[in-house]
């Protein structure tokens, strides 16, 4: 499987050893902290062992069909919560191997599990600490699943082993792009619609899309996917093609791992010039305040003006990061032309300083997390501006962690506050190279009208309880919320007559409410083994069920990030797991979860492609 899924049943941020793989018993802290010091380097500590080495551990897979070999080589995922093993894998070249997998699967008694790069947090993969001996074989779709080309003139094949960074590139090159689009470049293209990946973009105030473009989830964009299914007449598992106008296929638009896809079609428009511009420069009191409070600087103000908006609020700070962009057909004066992606070199290659504190967050000093923030905060407003005002009034530690070559890179960096090109070179802006943290995730589904009132009920209970925790020496959060706003699924956007939208999707409309428009999606991130931040993030939870009644507002969870909280775990409240997030999708009559479960069992009978946390939560 793919990024935005991770393990089954994972609790993350344990002490534990995370298994085999090369890190010479590294504890999961130190394996975190390193990670955290060296910008995620540790992250890439997994050896591959052929089948016939000396350091194979376990049985190997009996019998694998022709041309596939097995190796082992450890799963772990973003953040490195999810670390297993050394895993038995293997890299198909065809998508017909993949369905021969499947068959030899269901032969031997052995489960599949697509990978891509990983980059995701939920439980949906394997498990933390799966051992060698599970009989579970990964299968790597990035190794030659990777073929993209031209449907025709609006639409675009891709297998799903592609990445999203080459599939963008790909439709810049032929002057096509999509709306919007998950942030990070180093997604599978299949991991993505997995899990209903998006950006931020909703229409400006005035806006009319141009064909080809929608404002929802990228899955929403499929016009006809090719999974492995099971052929009951065959008796095996066989390839098939769905057109998006079958009623079948929108239970695998997004799939949650449940599923595998080996291409797809999706619909492109137009490439669009897009305009990036950064602020810093207002507080969140203004950003965030009550609705017609702030004088047209709200988050909802500049979402009405743009389209597409995301504020990145640092712990302990007073002043967000406001990231907007407006389509812009000219460069404006003044703006920076930008040819390629990932334009903000002070986030994407974390600096010695930043590296270093989180380095002594992880090692134990949790209560460093207000200058933590600071120092980030600092860090993105030099980068951005150059301005170092703030830091001549901050105080005598963060002047010295930014004094000297730390304070030339960031200057030397080139100041990225207001971009302008092609919609690739500003959509794509998270590097590997990023600070690797764990993160909640949720969609609230209101009115357009009710986006500031969202915005401001969950800031004001998020920094009372930042300041209850703080109050007794605890520091659960040492990383950022983000805000970004979407609009919904409508099938309309795919320009298939008959298209339903995705059952699973967080962004699937509610028919009994239909002015609920609008999807206000709502992070938090905190460096992995973070003390508290299970029983902080299970607070956020509990209120954010209690403000998203049905009455005003909705409530579903991101798929690839965390939710589900105990005091100690996510993915774990049996409550939620079992009544809380089915209901989400089952609320408002019509087809839904109840549906889509049905019909992914009827085409994987045998649950080749699932796990055990998956089983749990599928029945």
Known sequence: MADGRAGTGGTGGTDSAGGTGGTGGMTRRGLLAASAALGGAAWILRGVVGADSAQAVGTAPPALPDGIAAYQQVYENWAGEIRTDALWTCAPSTPQQVADLAGWAEANGWRLRAQGHRHGWAPLTVADATPASAQVLLV????????????????????????????????????????????????????????????????????????????????????????????????????????????????????????????????????????????????ATDLFAAPGTSGGRTLADFVARTGRAEAIWFAFTANPWLKTWEVTPEQPWFTHHVTTPYNYPFSDNIPQPVAELAGQLVGGSWGLAPTFGQLQYLVTTIGLTGDLTDLLLSGSLLRNLLS??????????????????????????????????????????????????????????????????????EF????????????????????????????????????????????????????????????????????????????????????????????????????????????ALRAGGGPGWDEAVATLDRYDPHRVFGNPFLDGLLR
């Open 476 to 583: 659960p959060m040492n990383g950022a919320v983000e805000i970004r706003v979407t609009g919904l699924d409508d099938p309309a956007a795919a320009g298939v007559p008959g298209a339903r939208p995705p059952l699973l999707s967080a962004l699937r409309p509610r028919a009994d409410r239909p002015e609920w428009d609008t999807a206000i999606w709502l992070d938090i991130l905190t460096l992995p083994g973070t003390p508290g931040l299970h029983r902080f993030c299970r607070d956020i939870e509990q209120y954010l069920l209690g403000l998203c009644d049905g009455t005003r507002a909705g409530l579903r969870v991101e798929w690839s990030k965390g939710w589900a909280y105990t005091a100690d775990a996510a993915w774990a409240d049996p409550d939620i797991l079992g009544r809380t997030i089915p209901d």
């Open 404 to 473: 000297g070559d730390a304070l030339a890179h960031l200057l030397g960096g080139g100041l990225s506050s207001d971009l302008w090109g092609a919609s690739r070179h500003l959509l794509h802006y998270v590097r590997p190279t990023t600070l690797r943290v764990t993160a909640n995730g949720y969609a609230i589904l209101a009115r357009r009208a009710d986006i500031q009132w969202v915005v401001n009920q969950f800031t004001t209970f998020y920094q009372g309880l930042l300041e209850q925790y703080q109050g007794r020496g």
């Open 140 to 283: 790597d779709t990035t190794a030659h699943l990777t073929a993209v080309s031209l449907a025709d003139g609006s639409s675009v094949r891709v297998q799903t082993g592609a990445s999203m960074e080459d599939l963008l590139a790909f439709l810049t090159d032929h002057g096509l792009g999509f709306t919007a689009c998950p942030a990070p470049g180093d997604l599978s293209v299949g991991g993505a619609l997995a899990i209903g990946g998006h950006g931020t973009a909703v229409p400006a105030v005035g806006e009319t899309p141009p064909p080809g473009h929608g404002f929802g989830s990228l899955s929403n964009q499929v016009t006809s996917l090719t999974a492995v299914v099971w052929d009951g007449t065959a008796g095996h598992y066989v390839l098939r093609t769905f057109d998006r106008s079958e009623a079948d296929s929108a239970a695998f638009l997004v799939h949650l791992g449940r599923a595998f896809l080996t291409e797809v079609v999706l619909r492109v428009g137009a490439d669009q010039n897009l305009r990036c511009v950064s602020r810093v420069d207002i507080p």
